[in-house]
């Protein structure tokens, strides 16, 4: 069987560029699922060439989807729509769902430290104006600057069955994970020890089981 030797760009966890020597009929199923297993990744995952938006076909064979030696392919994290906008405006304060001994973040420049007891947990500012919209407010970055560049709702810290996400909620104002520009809307896993960047001010997050 014909090898081929590719470059495989994985973003989830900053893993990096991994060199791989595969058969050029191997499917592309098969390989997110070996990349999965060798680097302890959950979810759900898409292989592309770079430079090209469209993934690969899962259940097509590599040399069938133009992959040839020297190619560098990308496996991205699928990143789906979040409903937690919708969550917001209930104003609905929900406990996590297991029992951490303490989730928060730490501002960089102060130290100081904000803890997460309910989400959606809200980053941003408070509003005197309209206090209700403080409610979901977990992270107050009033006094963290002068001038504010952080919006009263910038992002938002989820949690589900233990795993936790954060999102961009502010249009005009983003919010970066580490580099990465978050798109607005969609939910992004956030490991323990990630930077949060919101405005001029950056966010460490931290769980103590």
Same mark, same amino acid.
């Given at each position: ?35 999965? +297993? ?24 590599? %040399? ?50 904000? +803890? ?10 408070? +509003? ?14 009033? %006094?963290?600057? +002068? ?31 580490? %580099? ?30």
């Amino acid at each position: 069987m014909d090898r081929m030797t590719i470059t495989i760009e994985i973003l989830p966890n900053q893993i990096g560029p991994k060199r791989a020597n595969v058969r050029s009929s191997l499917v592309v199923g098969n390989l997110l699922t070996s990349i999965k +297993d060798k680097y302890n990744l959950d979810g759900n995952f898409v292989l592309l060439t770079k430079g090209d938006r469209k993934p690969l076909h899962v259940d097509a064979p590599l %040399d069938q989807e133009g992959v040839a030696d020297g190619s560098v392919l990308v496996c991205a994290r699928v990143v789906e729509a979040s409903g937690t906008l919708d969550a917001i405006k209930r104003g609905e304060r929900v406990t996590l769902s297991k029992g951490f001994k303490q989730v928060y973040v730490l501002e960089e420049r102060q130290l100081a430290q904000y +803890d997460i007891r309910w989400q959606p947990a809200i980053i941003g500012r408070k +509003d005197r104006r309209n206090p209700s919209n403080n409610k979901l407010l977990a992270v107050d970055l009033e %006094d963290a600057e +002068d001038p504010p560049t952080v919006s009263r709702h910038h992002a938002c810290i989820t949690e589900k069955d233990g795993a936790f996400f954060i999102e961009s909620i502010a249009d005009n104002n983003p919010t970066y994970l580490g %580099d990465q520009r978050l798109k607005m809307g969609m939910k992004y896993p956030l490991p323990v020890g990630s930077r949060i960047r919101a405005g001029r001010v950056t966010l460490t997050f931290y769980i103590i089981s």
